[in-house]
């Protein structure tokens, strides 16, 4: 018994011994585990860092690089490739969307458009103007009148403008208009349309949801919300749809008919299927017959053409020519700084609560803007310059009251109405001593409206049904599941018939009308510039340049010596950058963007979805009483709205997700 002790003992010593050693062992390779894990920790800190620096030193050339250089200019034809929407105030582009690979759409500004153009005239290095017109990104009417007025001075100074595109646009071949030549692809061709269409209506699609649109509005021309409460357009919208297309399409013809009186241009409106069929076909050659093109001829050959007038590119390749760059020309030839200051104040965009970055009006950012260069005390005046269909009252109502904090300093307040200035864009107009407008300019829509939706019927379509205990009428309302009741029908109705009063009483006050007459030219219906003019809703007409020549004389100071303040924040360097990646196309061989008659129909029809989806979420999703134009919606840039934006990113990360 105790030798079997003495063994297990043993056994156990001997045991114990040698698993004293196993760990001894594995301890070695533990540390040189820990010491190969340290190592790649440290190539991978020291790869990241390599890496950083490379995005870093690459983001920094790709910044210098991508702004504009003045002293880059060389003789040459100054490029304008309008791949872009006209507008007052372009957006400023997002990092969020540049990580999401998506390329920033170029917009470019109103005013610095006219300021470069205007700057050519008299500058020898100009050679030749050049619109690239293939990939036109539109405007309004009048913002598209006021670059072809430009274009129309450049070209009365003496010197050359031509036009290119493998298709014009009805808004395209206003500028080609002003052109000394116009140039056409051979395979390519212009048809015009003219303003109007179809919109979307909803009301059968929201029936069959069982959705319960509850509208409160005041004004029979108010149709913002006729497409979710009908299934066509109402006879009052189309009277006032008539008579606003005959008015702009009157003005685009006169200038069509007045930059090049030769053209036949009317047939091409009334019968342009017989002005084809007379040339088997071949649009372009139809278009050269009736003298609406001057030139048909490839890039190639309108490249050799230019060159001819411009001078060969470095590079002689067919068809380039020596270019000037349109950013380093506006960086050439900026805004005047010297002066007495007159400060502008963008309204461009919805206008919208709260705050936002550029190209949308949003009403606490404005405010902030003005109040804070009022309270410097360095304006001598302030020009509002509006560009919306209009968006929250409550909103405008903010930047109105802002615009007076001027008027209480002593300043003068001009307006000056860009494309659109309707319901809520003339609510902001109201606080201006004289408003300027173009005669294409779209105005008045004097109205205001809310719309909740409410889902009783479509949950009581899957069996969900709602009830409660209410201690008062307004308890659980507006209910979006159980629907409104009278009481609150009757509340909300009575908030917009005041608010509507008080809409009525600010114009009636600013142009000096009795209320019945504003009443009367209200009723949300839109109106042109020149008829606005007529009935008393615009002072003058004029240009941005025209509003602040105005208010320098109200100020008691010479216009020529003026520094126009812009009362916006400048874009930050990384906007820059990604601005940047988009910047200057003006290669004169480039033709991946050409567009083909069919293109350009397949182009300005694939916005549907997004309109659609658009007007569904601003459905689902507008939280205060609306000064909106449905009508402006068909004259404004091609710029997608946010919420149209937003809600097809929304579907398409659904879809993918």
Same mark, same amino acid.
């Given at each position: 018994?105790?030798s079997?002790?003495?063994?297990?003992?043993?056994?156990?010593?001997? #045991?114990y011994?040698?698993?004293?050693?196993?760990?001894?062992?594995?301890?070695?390779a533990?540390?040189?585990?820990?010491?190969?894990?340290?190592?790649?920790?440290?190539?991978?800190?020291?790869?990241?860092?390599?890496?950083f620096?490379?995005?870093?030193?690459?983001? &920094?050339?790709?910044?210098?690089s991508?702004?504009?250089?003045?002293?880059?200019?060389?003789?040459? !034809? &100054?490029?304008?490739k309008?791949n872009?929407?006209?507008?007052?105030?372009?957006a400023?582009?997002?990092? &969020?969307?540049?990580?999401?690979?998506?390329?920033p759409?170029?917009?470019f500004?109103?005013s610095d458009l006219?300021?470069?153009?205007?700057?050519?005239?008299?500058d020898?290095?100009?050679?030749v103007?050049?619109l690239?017109l293939?990939?036109?990104? #539109?405007?309004?009417?009048?913002?598209?009148t006021?670059?072809?007025n430009?274009?129309?001075?450049f070209?009365?100074? #003496?010197?050359?403008?031509?036009?290119?595109?493998?298709a014009?646009?009805?808004?395209?071949?206003?500028?080609?208009?002003?052109?000394?030549?116009?140039?056409?692809?051979?395979?390519?061709?212009?048809?015009?349309?003219?303003?109007?269409?179809?919109?979307?209506?909803?009301k059968?699609?929201?029936?069959?949801?069982g959705?319960?649109?509850?509208?409160?509005?005041?004004g029979?021309f108010?149709?913002?919300?006729?497409?979710?409460?009908r299934s066509?357009?109402?006879p009052?919208?189309?009277e006032?749809?008539t008579?606003?297309?005959?008015?702009?399409?009157?003005?685009?013809?006169?200038?069509?008919?007045?930059?090049?009186?030769?053209?036949?241009?009317?047939q091409?409106?009334?019968?342009?299927?017989?002005?084809?069929?007379?040339?088997?076909g071949?649009?372009?050659? =139809?278009?050269?017959a009736?003298?609406?093109?001057?030139?048909l001829?490839?890039?190639? =050959?309108?490249?050799?053409?230019?060159?001819?007038?411009? #001078?060969?590119a470095?590079?002689?390749?067919?068809?380039?020519?020596?270019t000037?760059?349109?950013s380093?020309?506006?960086?050439?030839?900026?805004?005047?700084?010297r002066?007495?200051k007159?400060?502008?104040?963008t309204?461009?965009?919805?206008?919208?609560d709260?705050?936002?970055?550029p190209?949308?009006?949003?009403?606490?950012t404005?405010?902030? !803007?003005?109040?804070?260069a009022?309270?410097?005390?360095e304006l001598?005046?302030l020009?509002v310059?509006?560009?919306?269909?209009?968006?929250?009252?409550?909103?405008?109502?903010?930047?109105?009251?802002?615009v007076?904090?001027?008027?209480?300093?002593?300043?003068?307040v001009?307006?000056?109405?860009?494309?659109?200035?309707?319901?809520?864009?003339?609510?902001?107009?109201?606080?201006?001593d004289?408003?300027?407008?173009?005669?294409?300019?779209?105005?008045?829509?004097?109205?205001?409206?809310?719309?909740?939706?409410?889902?009783?019927?479509? &949950?009581?379509?899957?069996?969900?049904?709602?009830d409660?205990?209410?201690?008062?009428?307004?308890?659980?309302?507006p209910?979006?599941?159980g629907?409104?009741?009278?009481?609150?029908?009757a509340i909300?109705?009575?908030?917009?018939?005041h608010?509507?009063?008080?809409f009525?009483?600010?114009?009636?006050?600013?142009?000096?009308?009795?209320?019945?007459?504003v009443d009367?030219?209200?009723?949300?219906?839109?109106?042109?510039?020149?008829?606005?003019?007529?009935i008393?809703?615009?002072?003058?007409?004029?240009?941005?340049?025209?509003?602040v020549?105005e208010?320098?004389?109200r100020?008691?100071?010479?216009p020529k010596?003026?520094?126009?303040?812009?009362?916006?924040?400048?874009?930050?360097?990384?906007?820059?950058?990604?601005a940047?990646?988009?910047?200057d196309?003006?290669s004169?061989?480039?033709?991946?963007?050409?567009?083909?008659?069919? =293109?350009v129909? !397949?182009?300005?029809?694939?916005?549907?979805l997004?309109?659609?989806l658009?007007?569904?979420?601003?459905?689902?999703?507008?939280?205060?009483?609306?000064a909106?134009?449905?009508?402006?919606?068909?004259?404004?840039?091609?710029?997608?709205?946010?919420s149209?934006?937003?809600?097809?990113?929304?579907?398409?990360? !659904?879809?993918?997700s």
């Amino acid at each position: 018994m105790l030798s079997a002790w003495r063994v297990l003992l043993n056994h156990n010593t001997c #045991g114990y011994r040698v698993r004293r050693a196993v760990p001894a062992h594995r301890g070695e390779a533990n540390v040189k585990l820990v010491r190969g894990a340290w190592k790649i920790l440290v190539g991978i800190k020291d790869g990241l860092v390599l890496l950083f620096m490379l995005i870093f030193f690459g983001a &920094l050339f790709a910044l210098l690089s991508a702004r504009p250089n003045a002293g880059a200019i060389r003789d040459g !034809a &100054l490029v304008l490739k309008l791949n872009g929407p006209i507008v007052e105030q372009p957006a400023t582009p997002t990092a &969020l969307a540049a990580a999401q690979g998506a390329s920033p759409d170029r917009e470019f500004r109103l005013s610095d458009l006219v300021r470069a153009i205007d700057a050519a005239k008299s500058d020898a290095r100009v050679k030749v103007l050049v619109l690239d017109l293939d990939s036109y990104g #539109g405007g309004t009417p009048a913002a598209v009148t006021e670059v072809a007025n430009a274009v129309g001075r450049f070209k009365a100074s #003496g010197k050359k403008v031509l036009a290119y595109a493998t298709a014009y646009t009805d808004g395209s071949y206003l500028l080609a208009s002003s052109a000394s030549e116009i140039w056409v692809n051979p395979m390519g061709g212009t048809l015009f349309s003219g303003p109007g269409g179809n919109r979307l209506y909803y009301k059968g699609l929201i029936d069959k949801l069982g959705v319960n649109v509850h509208v409160y509005r005041v004004g029979k021309f108010k149709s913002f919300v006729e497409p979710y409460t009908r299934s066509e357009q109402s006879p009052e919208a189309k009277e006032a749809l008539t008579a606003l297309y005959a008015s702009i399409f009157g003005q685009w013809k006169d200038l069509i008919h007045k930059a090049r009186p030769k053209a036949q241009i009317d047939q091409f409106l009334t019968n342009p299927d017989q002005a084809v069929a007379a040339t088997a076909g071949d649009i372009a050659k =139809a278009n050269l017959a009736a003298g609406l093109v001057d030139k048909l001829g490839d890039r190639i =050959a309108f490249g050799r053409h230019v060159a001819e007038l411009a #001078g060969d590119a470095p590079k002689k390749v067919a068809g380039t020519y020596a270019t000037i760059k349109y950013s380093d020309w506006v960086a050439a030839n900026p805004l005047a700084t010297r002066g007495d200051k007159i400060g502008i104040v963008t309204v461009a965009g919805d206008i919208v609560d709260g705050n936002s970055g550029p190209g949308v009006a949003a009403g606490d950012t404005i405010a902030k !803007a003005v109040l804070d260069a009022l309270a410097k005390k360095e304006l001598k005046a302030l020009v509002v310059r509006v560009d919306s269909p209009g968006g929250s009252a409550l909103a405008s109502e903010t930047i109105r009251l802002a615009v007076l904090e001027a008027k209480k300093q002593g300043l003068p307040v001009v307006v000056s109405m860009g494309g659109l200035a309707a319901s809520g864009g003339y609510w902001v107009s109201t606080a201006g001593d004289v408003i300027f407008a173009e005669p294409n300019t779209i105005t008045g829509s004097i109205g205001i409206f809310g719309i909740i939706p409410t889902f009783e019927n479509s &949950l009581g379509k899957l069996g969900v049904t709602t009830d409660g205990v209410k201690t008062t009428p307004l308890s659980g309302q507006p209910d979006v599941y159980g629907g409104t009741n009278p009481q609150v029908d009757a509340i909300l109705q009575s908030s917009i018939e005041h608010g509507y009063a008080q809409f009525i009483a600010r114009v009636a006050a600013a142009r000096k009308l009795t209320p019945q007459r504003v009443d009367e030219i209200g009723q949300g219906r839109v109106w042109d510039g020149g008829t606005a003019r007529q009935i008393g809703l615009v002072d003058r007409f004029g240009t941005l340049d025209d509003a602040v020549a105005e208010a320098a004389k109200r100020a008691g100071i010479d216009p020529k010596n003026v520094a126009r303040v812009y009362l916006e924040k400048k874009p930050g360097w990384l906007a820059q950058l990604i601005a940047g990646f988009n910047g200057d196309d003006d290669s004169s061989s480039d033709s991946a963007s050409a567009r083909d008659v069919f =293109a350009v129909i !397949a182009a300005e029809r694939q916005d549907v979805l997004a309109r659609a989806l658009g007007d569904a979420k601003r459905l689902a999703t507008a939280n205060s009483v609306q000064a909106r134009c449905l009508e402006c919606a068909g004259f404004e840039d091609k710029r997608p709205s946010g919420s149209d934006l937003s809600l097809v990113q929304m579907l398409v990360k !659904a879809i993918w997700s």
